[in-house]
C-alpha cells in the first residue's frame, strides 16, 4: 500500500481504491511468500504432522492464510492495508470510522453497552433488543428503561418503535439517559424511521445505537433502505456475514458522522479493546474486506437481484395457499420501509405450525430457511443471489397436501386420516408471545445475586437471574431482575418443545428448571 508520503498514492483514483480489498490483498501476499513459521499459529501454514487432517478438510490454501495479527506488511504500524480497508469500509457506508469485528454482531452489541457504560447509566431499549445487548447491560451496570415495540400478535412478530413512544419512555426514565438502543430492520424486514427516532434521542442529549444486524446492505441500492449510518445514528452494528457475504460471525461497527462523535468515540475504543480477540482471525477480516469490495462493484448484481425478488414475491402472493406477511407491514406506525430480501411467509394453509414446517423443508426437502413462528417461515435471499421460489413453493404444497386441516379433505383424501393424526400429534401448539414482566431488580444484581434452580412451577413471580430468549431469532422473553410470569414459562417450555426450538440461557433444553434471585433486594 503507498503510504501518504508516496507519489504513486496521487495516482491511486477513488474508483482504483474502493474496487480494492487491501487487508486481502496484503494477506494474500504473505501467504505466497516462501517463508518458514517459527511462530504462532502452531500449524505453521502447511499440512503436515498434526495439521494433516485441517490441509485435508480445508485446504492448503486455507491453512497458508491464517496469518497471525501484528504482522509485517499487513497490520503492523500506521497507514497499514489494514488501516486502508477500515477506511474503505467507513467511506462505504458513510461512516466516520468504522471497526471489524470477529465476534459477530454479539461483540458490537456488547462494545455499545461498555462504551456507554463509562458515559453514564441510564439507557432506554427496545424491548424487543438482541440478548447479546442484555449481556452488555449486565457487564456495564446499566439501569435500563424499555420502550415496547409494535407487535403483530396474530403471528408473533415484534416490529420497531415510532418516535413517539421513544419520547415517553425517556420522559419515563428515573435518570439521566445516556443512550438509546433500536433495533432496525426488525428479523422480519419491517424497517424504522431512524432519522426521526435520530431526533428523539439527540433532543434528550443520548446517543443513539442502531442494531442494524440485518441492514448491512442498505443504501448500496437506491432501491432499498437508507443505511441508518446516513440517517442520524451515532453508533450502528452490521452483521456482514446475514446478507452481505462474508463469513460467519463477522461484522461491523460503525461511528456515525455525528455532533456525539466525538465523546463516544474514545469509549468505543476501549470497549474494543475489551471485546476483541487478541488474535483476532484473519479469515474473517479479509471476508469483510472483500464483501466490503463487492458491494460497492456490485450494484448491478443487487438490481438483477432485486427483479429477481420481485417475480419471487409476485409467485408467493399469487400462490392459492401463501402469503407474504411484510405486505401489511406499512400499516403499522412504527415501519416505514421493508426489505425486499426479506420473505416472511404466512404457512397456516400447511396445517403446521413454522417450527415443524422449518425442521420438515430441512430434513425432507434440503430446505433451509432462516427462522419460523408459529404462523411464519422467513426466507432469506442473499445479496446479489436469484434462487428459484418453485422448490420452496412446491414443498410447501407436498406438506400441506398430508397435513392440511381437516376442511381440506376434500382436496386432499389420498393423505388418509392417518397423516392428519400425525400431523395434530407432531405440531406444537405455540402460544401467543408473552408480555415482559416486571424488572424488580437491575439485570447487573439479580446476574450476581445469589442464585437457585426451582422447578418451572415455582419459578412463576420470582426474579429470574438469568436472560432467557427463545432462538431465533434470541429476543429475550425474560431478562436478568425481570419477574417470571406463568405466560412466559408456558411460552418458553413451548418453543423448547417445537421441532426446532431452542431457548438460549436455559438450565435445561425442555425448560423444566429456572435460575432465580435467592434472596432479592428489589428496586423502590
Not at 140 to 150: E, I, K, R, T, Y
Request: net charge negative; proline share 7%.
Amino acid at each position: 500500500m503507498p503510504s501518504p508520503s508516496d507519489p504513486s498514492a496521487s495516482d491511486v483514483s477513488p474508483g482504483t481504491r474502493r474496487s480494492r480489498a487491501p487487508y486481502a490483498d496484503a494477506l494474500r501476499a504473505a501467504a505466497d511468500r516462501d517463508a518458514q513459521f517459527l511462530c504462532t499459529p502452531g500449524h505453521a501454514g502447511t499440512g503436515s504432522g498434526v495439521s494433516a487432517g485441517l490441509a485435508e478438510y480445508f485446504g492448503d490454501d486455507m491453512l497458508s492464510l491464517d496469518i497471525p495479527p501484528l504482522f509485517d506488511g499487513i497490520d503492523l504500524g500506521t497507514d497499514t492495508p489494514k488501516d486502508e480497508s477500515l477506511h474503505l469500509a467507513a467511506e462505504a457506508w458513510g461512516a466516520r470510522r468504522t471497526w471489524f469485528l470477529t465476534n459477530g454482531s454479539s461483540q458490537g452489541n456488547r462494545m455499545a453497552a461498555l462504551a456507554v457504560g463509562t458515559l453514564g447509566t441510564g439507557v432506554v431499549t427496545q424491548r424487543s433488543a438482541h440478548s447479546s445487548f442484555i449481556d452488555g447491560i449486565v457487564l456495564a451496570g446499566l439501569h435500563p428503561g424499555f420502550v415496547s415495540p409494535n407487535v403483530d400478535e396474530v403471528n408473533g412478530i415484534a416490529h420497531g418503535v415510532t418516535p413517539d413512544s421513544l419520547r415517553a419512555a425517556i420522559a419515563a426514565h428515573p435518570e439521566e439517559i445516556t443512550a438509546v438502543y433500536l433495533v432496525t430492520p426488525s428479523y422480519f424486514g419491517a424497517v424504522a424511521d431512524v432519522r426521526g427516532l435520530a431526533e428523539v434521542a439527540h433532543e434528550a442529549g443520548a446517543f443513539l445505537i442502531v442494531d442494524a444486524a440485518w441492514g448491512a446492505h442498505f443504501g448500496f441500492h437506491p432501491d432499498l433502505p437508507a443505511s441508518p449510518v446516513t440517517e442520524g445514528a451515532d453508533v450502528v452494528i452490521m452483521s456482514t456475514h446475514k446478507l452481505a457475504g462474508s463469513f460467519t460471525q463477522s461484522a461491523l461497527l460503525h461511528l456515525g458522522d455525528t455532533e456525539f462523535a466525538d465523546r463516544i468515540e474514545p469509549a468505543l475504543e476501549r470497549a474494543f479493546m475489551m471485546t476483541a480477540s487478541t488474535s483476532e482471525n484473519a479469515h474473517l477480516m479479509a471476508s469483510i474486506d472483500i464483501a466490503r469490495r463487492e458491494l460497492v462493484d456490485s450494484r448491478e448484481a443487487i438490481a438483477d437481484s432485486l427483479e429477481n425478488i420481485r417475480h419471487l414475491r409476485a409467485q408467493i402472493e399469487g400462490s392459492e395457499h401463501y402469503h407474504l406477511l411484510s405486505g401489511d407491514f406499512m400499516s403499522f406506525s412504527d415501519v416505514v420501509d421493508i426489505d425486499p430480501f426479506r420473505l416472511p411467509i404466512d404457512i397456516t394453509a400447511t396445517g403446521l405450525d413454522g417450527h415443524t414446517v422449518r425442521k420438515r423443508l430441512a430434513e425432507n426437502f434440503g430446505i433451509f430457511v432462516e427462522m419460523a413462528t408459529a404462523t411464519t417461515i422467513v426466507v432469506l435471499i442473499g445479496l446479489g443471489k436469484s434462487p428459484e421460489i418453485s422448490r420452496l413453493l412446491g414443498a410447501l404444497d407436498q406438506l400441506r397436501l398430508v397435513h392440511a386441516p381437516a376442511a381440506d379433505a376434500a382436496s386432499t383424501a389420498e393423505a388418509g386420516s392417518a397423516g392428519h393424526a400425525r400431523s395434530a400429534a407432531e405440531a406444537a401448539t405455540i402460544p401467543p408471545l408473552p408480555s415482559a414482566g416486571r424488572l424488580v431488580m437491575l439485570p447487573r444484581e439479580a446476574f450476581f445475586a445469589q442464585s437457585e434452580l426451582v422447578p418451572a412451577a415455582e419459578a412463576v413471580g420470582r426474579i429470574s437471574a438469568g436472560s432467557l430468549a427463545a432462538y431465533p431469532p434470541g429476543i429475550p422473553n425474560v431478562l436478568p431482575g425481570e419477574e417470571i410470569t406463568a405466560e412466559t414459562v408456558e411460552f418458553l417450555q413451548a418453543v423448547a418443545a417445537s421441532p426446532s426450538g431452542h431457548v438460549r440461557g436455559s438450565a435445561d433444553p425442555q425448560v423444566t428448571k429456572f435460575r432465580v434471585v435467592k434472596n432479592p433486594d428489589p428496586l423502590d
